[in-house]
């Protein structure tokens, strides 16, 4: 332990511009205040110009992208590009945990139909019920003419239950559900899933 | 696996000790409260990284030190490794051959220890979570994957008893159908868990009766996991779900999951009595040096390496015939550490390997 006399300040050094773009920086998942300080300063080092440029990417990062009415992913246009239905498979839909499932789908390129995202997996836990994932608003979309339904959860407890749940509701509808295969290591993230066995666990998907 | 080096720093009264071991027997002798338990423990903590008698970790410092440090050298056939373990107030850094593992749960299998202590009583008199805990510890030593499946069940057991909250303030269709998928969750953990440990219990039981027969010269023994006898998934599942559904109202009534495997129990008959409810002291506690040997005859016939035993205090209140009978069971090549107030109180017939003073908290080899 250090001793720290009274009535002094210690932090004589202090640059308060710095201290709130590393206070900010410090708020993304998986950035300690430490990670932060040292992003802070790799940017100052930077040509004034190029932090224009990232002030202008943010900005329109924070103006430009919105969530797409329809599925819910992000996208710059409402609806998105997706879900307008240009050269998709418009009868297959793929209901996945969060917008960064879609982008390691599309990356397998395997897949060519449309996307819903639930934002969430239930889990009581967290307060996370049936109205937190949207279910009636995905129920709204099987109006349309839907041939199949694909389960893309995460395979994770919470996923599973999601996945059986939402068979569930869907049944009554005499649409076909299926779940994408086991394939994917047990507990994990879609997301992190590589494209080969993303792929494959795309195409031996099973009826539920 | 044999420790053949141990070294204690600021570890309980155990200012510093620095010992030479070997396969066989060591015998630590010294009166009472001069540190013989504080070296048990110390191997313990060495093994398992954690503690028989405290789960407040701080409670091992010595009083006025700030960390306390172990090391035991392990020697596995021709090859050896070395764990390493600083314990501070609230930091622990375990170490294997100098290298910081990421997690505690890696430490497991690098030295087997099995502990027979007075505590184990709680096994026997204790609450079914004792037991419980005994079968846990029992299959994660063999099952490295076991205590992943116990966090998950527990998940899902909070998971479904979340929905079951909910339902005893309000009660409506939606809610009983999310209460629907985690039933099939929680059954699925649940039939997993339950498998293991009517396993273990199959396992373990001919070796605690036998144990239990020939120390006390009495029987039938027999242990019986209430969960289920048959390790057979499609039946615990069944039997599970349909005790689940007779029970419905009262789980949603009291808020919570009354049926699993967080309420089974293992139970100990002795001539159809139950040791924990019936049994005398004596009885108890040969019911517990019995579930200790079974338990390192396991990890032997698992494993191909003895696991090397800590014996503190338990078999002196045993008559001297118990006593005897005891010894006669233990697989006296060792590697065994055995704790007394003096030579005399092993009793003979013990070829000892070497023998420590244990005084104030200092060890010396005598
Ligand atoms: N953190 C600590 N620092 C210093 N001393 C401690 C600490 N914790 C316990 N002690 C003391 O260490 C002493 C040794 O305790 P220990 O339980 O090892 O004795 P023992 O030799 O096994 O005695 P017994 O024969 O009665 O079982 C006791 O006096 C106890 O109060
Ligand atoms: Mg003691
Ligand atoms: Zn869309």
Redesign the interface.
Known sequence: MKQQPAGRDFRPLSIPAVEAVSRQLAKLPGIGPRMAQRLTYALLKREKKEIEQLIHALHSLANDVLRCAVCGNYAQTDPCPVCKGEGRNTKILCVVEQPQDVQAIERTGHYNGLYHILGAA????DGV??EEIGVTKLLQRLNDPIEEVILATNPT??G??TA??LQ??IKPLHIKVTRIARGLPS?SDLEYADEVTLALAFSSRAEM | MILTSFLVRNFRNIQEANLALSRGIHLFSGANAQGKTALVEAILFLATSTSHRTRREEELIRWGEEVAFLRGVIQHGEESESIECGLEKRKKIIKIDKRTLPRVGDLYGHLRTVLFAPEDLQIIAGSPQERRRFLDMAIAQIDSAYIPLLQ?FR??L???N??LK?LQLTKNA?GM??L???D??FLD?STQVTRRRCEMTQVLAPLVRSFYESLAEEGPFSMKYSGGDEADEFIIRERLQNRLERIRQSEIERGASLLGPHRDDLQFILADKNVSVFASQGQRRTTALALRLAEAKLSFEKTGARPLLLIDDVIYEMDNTRRGRFWEQVDQSGPLIVTATSREQLGPGLQLTSIFQVHNGEIHSS
């Open positions: 239930l889990s009581p836990i019920g049936p407890m919470e599973d239950a059986l749940y569930e509701v507990g | 998950q998940r899902a909070n998971q479904r979340r929905i909910r939606e159908r999310e629907g998928i985690w099939h969750t953990y």
